[in-house]
């Protein structure tokens, strides 16, 4: 379905533990719908969670919910473009925090219940949590997963990080520089805003994630900044679950950010929620290749 079948709506949704904060988002839906009535039974509807020094429409995240056969929310996390507050390298939690308010109020105000979460990097991590922690997050069907961390400490490795330790050693915090949305950014990263990030727990994975929902992992083997082998990890830990099922799809050549290969990462996403939703139950775990409908 075209973007000309649907109807973009640009939402400011109040922030319950923030007075001063709206959180900006786009909804769009596939046909004109107004507010739910409460007899109405529920509709679907996608989430799309951006990452690090990214917004809505960033990426393949625009690109993805124009094209999904289903309506989408896609949203700027606090202190991210559009939305205001201050960002921090270590409030996963407050990102949490974004996303619970983000779905009370799709819910209460539009009648939604989430049922696929699309996270790109912290978004994805920010989306386990949330899967793994709330009841409407343990009820969606289905997960992808692109570029998701899961050994946190290993960002001291990334590119870059050293010069960030080295300022914070200095002057007691890093000044990070970057474009969002064609606009200068700039956030300052203190030591315990990269200790809270490297000891954000993520092992809860293995034994609280849902066995009932469905995800797919997107990875780019050339990503050197969350190292491909995390994919491998997180398939490892979801690979048991029943009937949920487990696929991973790499990317050759493709790095962080999948840069030059949005579509692709859009036609990935596609082609397994098409055969989750018409497969009668065929969807295995294994690995996922975009444009073959079947694993290897």
């Not at 625009?62 to 960002?87: C, I, Q, Y």
């Not at 009841?135 to 992808?144: L, Q």
């Not at 915090?173 to 954000?200: G, M, Q, S």
């Not at 797919?216 to 979801?238: E, F, K, M, N, Q």
Request: hydrophobic share 35%; charged share 25%; with cysteine.
């Amino acid at each position: 379905m075209t973007s000309s079948n649907r109807v973009s709506t640009k939402l400011y949704i109040p922030h319950t533990s923030d007075p001063n904060c709206s959180i900006v988002g786009v909804l769009e839906q596939v046909s004109d719908t107004t507010v739910r009535d409460e007899a109405e039974s529920e509709k679907k509807i996608a989430l799309i969670l951006h990452g690090v020094g990214g917004h809505k429409d960033y990426l393949f995240l625009k690109r993805l919910a124009l094209r999904l056969p289903m309506d989408s929310f896609r949203f700027d996390f606090r202190g991210n473009h559009e939305t205001p507050g201050v960002w921090r390298q270590g409030a996963l939690a407050e990102d949490v925090v974004d996303v619970r308010v983000v779905v009370d109020y799709l819910k209460a105000n539009y009648g939604y219940k989430v049922d696929l979460v699309v996270g790109h990097s912290r978004g994805s991590i920010v989306a386990f949590k949330w899967i793994c922690t709330t009841e409407e997050g343990r009820k969606i069907s289905g997960f992808v997963n692109a570029s998701g961390r899961y050994r946190m400490p290993k960002i001291l490795e990334s590119p870059g990080v050293n010069v960030w330790q080295e300022n914070i050693a200095k002057q007691g915090y890093h000044l990070w520089t970057a474009t969002v949305a064609r606009k200068p950014f700039t956030a300052k990263i203190y030591r315990e805003d990269l200790e809270a990030f490297t000891n954000w727990d993520t092992s809860f994975v293995w034994n609280q994630f849902p066995q009932s929902i469905d995800v797919l992992t997107i990875h780019g083997l050339s990503d050197p900044v969350v190292r491909p082998y995390d994919a491998i990890i997180y398939t490892r830990a979801l690979g048991p679950r029943t009937p949920g099922t487990t696929n991973i799809h790499l990317m050759e050549d493709a790095d962080h950010n999948f840069t030059g290969r949005q579509d692709e990462v859009v036609q990935a996403v596609l082609e397994w929620w098409d055969t989750k939703q018409h497969s009668n139950g065929s969807l295995k775990t294994g690995v996922w290749l975009s444009g073959i409908r079947g694993k290897l």
